[in-house]
């Protein structure tokens, strides 16, 4: 056992040296696949409208997106035409008109700039699988070595939003917002001890389509875990909105 326990040091003091000497510049960094930036559909359409090619009712009707199809809405381009993206990779325009889906009209350019920001907050998330390790009560960045809430504050704080360290105070920052209502970029908290007291001990980042991405010793590492079913659906507790 006691063996076991040195090889796993040797192999995290292994890894920190050859991050730290990229750092340095004495070698390149061991990373070639590029992370794109994760887009999550969080808008359904509750009456059928044209998807149309310029935010015009001369655009061009490219198709009819029908009732119960997620979108993602891009920006707000004024009070008539919202620029939306759909699942299969087009973009277009469709009306703003609330009787068309469930995006909320009037939020405006700051609702974008929350979509924008919690966008850069997945894919930095994302990129770091793979390369950082969970320790319980760490916050190590030059080692990437975290616990769940030193490594939320370690990417928020990249993105300007200044989070503290511990499920202690992060569950009380920003503001509280249910289950039924997360949007990407929100923190979500879990009682993982025994059965769900509601005990808040870990955090993650909700990605949306009921997926969220955390720091957890389960896998010494960055995973991705449904909130829709499964244990950890059945362990959550809250959710703070903090974009």
């Known amino acids: 056992m006691q063996l076991e326990v040195l090889k796993k040091k040797f192999v995290i003091v292994g890894m920190s040296a050859i991050i730290g000497f990229s750092a340095l510049g004495i070698a390149p960094a061991p990373f070639t696949s590029k992370v794109e930036a994760a887009v999550t559909y969080e808008t359904k359409v509750e009456f059928g409208v044209y998807f149309r090619s310029k935010p015009s009712t001369s655009g061009k009707k490219i198709r009819m997106i029908s009732k119960g199809e997620s979108i993602n809405v891009i920006s707000k381009v004024n009070s008539y035409w919202l620029k939306v993206s759909t699942k299969d990779k087009k973009t277009g325009y469709i009306s703003a008109n609330s009787k068309y889906t469930t ?3 009037g939020s405006g350019s700051s609702q974008t700039a929350s979509v924008s920001k919690a966008d ?4 930095l998330a ?3 699988k793979g390369r950082v390790s969970y320790v319980f009560g760490a916050r190590n960045p030059s080692r990437l070595i975290f616990d769940c809430s030193s490594f ?3 990417i928020f704080n990249k993105v300007g939003v200044d989070l503290k360290w511990g499920t202690k105070v992060q569950k009380n920052q920003g503001s509280a917002v249910s289950k039924s209502n997360l949007r990407k970029g929100d923190l979500v908290f879990f ?6 007291n509601r005990a808040i001990n870990h955090v993650g980042i909700y990605m949306g389509d009921g997926k969220f991405i955390h720091n957890t010793p389960s896998v010494d590492g960055i995973s991705i875990n449904s909130l829709s079913s499964g244990w950890w659906s059945s362990h959550y507790v809250s959710a703070r909105r903090v974009l």
């Open 120 to 123: 850069k907050v997945i894919s």
């Open 103 to 105: 995006y909320k009209s």
């Open 126 to 128: 994302q990129s770091y």
């Open 152 to 154: 939320t504050q370690f």
């Open 191 to 196: 009682d993982t001890v025994g059965s769900n």
